[in-house]
């Protein structure tokens, strides 16, 4: 009984180890038909493992405030959108946040980075509270360049 067990755990390795190799060659010729592979050339930010991980916390939670501002706004709930775009925005706590991550990795960008996503929400809070929907989705998209701006740059 054992044995049997063994052997079709043994049958199951093998089969499933066969099918990544076919996986990953579909994935390598993928790849080179997209100009092949390429170094990772962004600046790493030297941060502690600890603070990469609240950091990257943090990042997921601005890309779930980014959504509940982009629900708010299909809803047109101009009120809702412009509060939660106002919690993103520009504030000592924030300055001295992406401060802290540009002096200890010698990166200043970094806080240029982080600051010009934070006034972008600012913004699209003022068109929020106008009641301009159109130039609040034009923030938004703005918003969403300028997140990227920064992940262009650095990596982990
Ligand atoms: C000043 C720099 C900077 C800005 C601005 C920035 N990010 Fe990031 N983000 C990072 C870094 C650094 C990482 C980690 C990348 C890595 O793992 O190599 C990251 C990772 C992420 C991740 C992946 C998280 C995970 O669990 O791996 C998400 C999602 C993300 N950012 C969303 C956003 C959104 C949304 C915004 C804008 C509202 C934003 N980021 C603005 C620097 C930035």
């Given at each position: 009984?054992?044995?049997?067990?063994?052997?079709?755990?043994?049958a199951g390795?093998?089969?499933?180890?066969?099918?990544?190799?076919?996986?990953?060659?579909?994935?390598?010729?993928?790849?080179?038909?997209?100009?092949?592979?390429?170094?990772?050339?962004?600046?790493?930010?030297?941060?502690?493992?600890?603070?990469?991980?609240?950091?990257?916390?943090?990042?997921?939670?601005?890309?779930?405030?980014?959504?509940?501002?982009a629900a708010?706004?299909?809803?047109?709930?101009?009120?809702?959108?412009?509060?939660?775009?106002?919690?993103?925005?520009?504030?000592?706590?924030?300055?001295?946040?992406?401060?802290?991550?540009?002096?200890?990795?010698?990166?200043?960008?970094?806080?240029?980075?982080?600051?010009?996503?934070?006034?972008?929400?600012?913004?699209?809070?003022?068109?929020?509270?106008?009641?301009?929907?159109?130039?609040?989705?034009?923030?938004?998209?703005?918003?969403?360049?300028?997140?990227?701006?920064?992940?262009?740059?650095?990596?982990?």
């Amino acid at each position: 009984m054992k044995r049997t067990f063994t052997v079709l755990l043994l049958a199951g390795v093998f089969a499933a180890g066969a099918s990544n190799a076919a996986d990953h060659s579909a994935i390598h010729e993928k790849m080179m038909k997209m100009g092949g592979p390429k170094p990772d050339d962004r600046v790493e930010l030297k941060l502690p493992d600890p603070m990469k991980v609240m950091q990257k916390r943090m990042m997921r939670q601005h890309l779930n405030t980014v959504s509940e501002i982009a629900a708010a706004l299909g809803a047109n709930d101009m009120e809702k959108a412009a509060s939660i775009a106002r919690g993103l925005g520009w504030t000592p706590e924030e300055d001295e946040r992406c401060k802290a991550v540009s002096e200890l990795t010698g990166e200043p960008d970094f806080l240029s980075f982080g600051k010009a996503v934070h006034v972008t929400a600012d913004e699209l809070a003022a068109s929020a509270e106008a009641g301009d929907r159109d130039r609040a989705l034009m923030d938004l998209s703005r918003l969403v360049k300028n997140c990227n701006a920064c992940h262009e740059k650095f990596r982990h």
